[in-house]
């Protein structure tokens, strides 16, 4: 038996992985670094292209979730995540270079994975294929997919935050504080008084934005704005959301500032700090201008601008089953951020779930039964596959897709139950369907 997996991010890594850790022969094609996408900028399996972070470890988030779901279910990135990560805090922040080096080393040394450095255009020749292109798919192989499940791709616009070189900034201006009060050490704050915010919310409404020369109109995440849009909303906007200043007192001070930029160390050296929350479409002179308008801010450099990107995904519940297979193809495979889910853990989710079940066909000559919906897994499988509306979007890891409780408790402690439940249930479905396949 081979499985073909076209693309290496976190999904195709993963699976690629946990395939090749069952002893079945996987051929692994990515195009990287011959050609490259808008956000990559190397050849590395698994790249992290834009935060550093992957979210919540707490069990009262749903990220945090699902990430213990995927430590019981034997994630390998997910292990890879841990050992390099530069915070032991609320949130799994990786050193992103030193972790696509141990993923992309694990990978080049496996006897199990072909590694295949070209574009694809077409389904490989295999037993199984899995499509794990991302967001980003090229065009070429994008209109071969048109041409297979018809015109239902649907587009919207991520943004990229900025990152800054720490010796360019003035720490004198800042103060290193996690608004949780967890890790200190990786966050460092710029609080404003009501005066300056006013004056920096008034610059990125003016600014200049670049304008990609795509026909598309923009649509963007939600949960991932462009800072200049949100400034455009009012001018509270950004202090509700990104720059708020929840937690986060100046050492010796009982109040508030009116609001915070927060920076968090992208590397374990402290070299590297990005703008939390500062995804941004700003032309480069202008984030030059505004960002340095921030105090300490005045002679920051850039190692990395923000910018925008197309992302692309498919309108999964009309054309993929419950298993994530081509409705007209059920050797054909779907997973990652293609498939309609958001973020760096989710990715690796997919990646890991698809794995599991071409296992299972290969082990057992039948799929298993689907994760239920009380766990982060089942309901966020279900959700991208049995979407009721037309108006299919990419969705995150949430409590509130999750099978509900059915009495009286609420808030964390309604949260506390449903992670609890969870991590039971995905359990026992794990002992049911993959106790025996390896």
Known sequence: MKVAIIGGGLAGSECALNLARASIDV?????????????????????????????????????????????????ILLEFAKLTAISSGRALVVDREMFSAKVSEL?????????????????????????????LTSGSFADYLKKIVGDRFLNFYDAVA?????????LSKMYFKDRHGMDDSIYLNIPLN?????????ALRKAEIYEPHLREDKDYFEACLPIEVMA?????TLRCGPMRPDGLNPPGENREPYAVVQLRAENRERTLYSLVGFQTQLKIVEQEKVFRMLPGMEKAEFAVYGKIHRN????SPKILDNYLRLNSMDRVFFAGQLVGTEGYVEAIWGGLLVSYFIIHLIRKKS??????????????LDYITHYPYEDFKPMNANFGIISQVHFRIKGRDRRIYKAQRALRDIALWKERNLSEIF
């Open 232 to 236: 455009k909303r009012g001018d509270d």
């Open 162 to 170: 900025p990152v800054i070189y720490s010796e360019s900034i003035n």
């Open 107 to 135: 990978i080049s040394s496996s006897p199990k994975i072909e590694v295949v450095r070209n574009e694809v255009t077409e389904f490989p020749e295999a037993d199984y294929v899995v499509v794990a292109t991302g967001p």
């Open 27 to 75: 051929v692994l094609y990515e195009m990287r670094p011959e050609k490259l996408t808008p956000a990559h900028r190397t050849g590395h399996f698994a790249e992290l292209v834009c935060s550093n972070s992957l979210k919540s470890t707490e069990l009262h988030n749903a990220h945090g979730v699902l990430k213990r779901e995927m430590e019981i279910l034997d994630s």
């Open 312 to 315: 692309t995904y498919l309108n």
């Open 367 to 380: 799929l298993p039964e689907l994760p239920p919906l009380t766990t982060m897994t089942g309901a966020l």
């Open 194 to 202: 009501k005066e300056d915010y006013l004056q920096f919310v008034e």
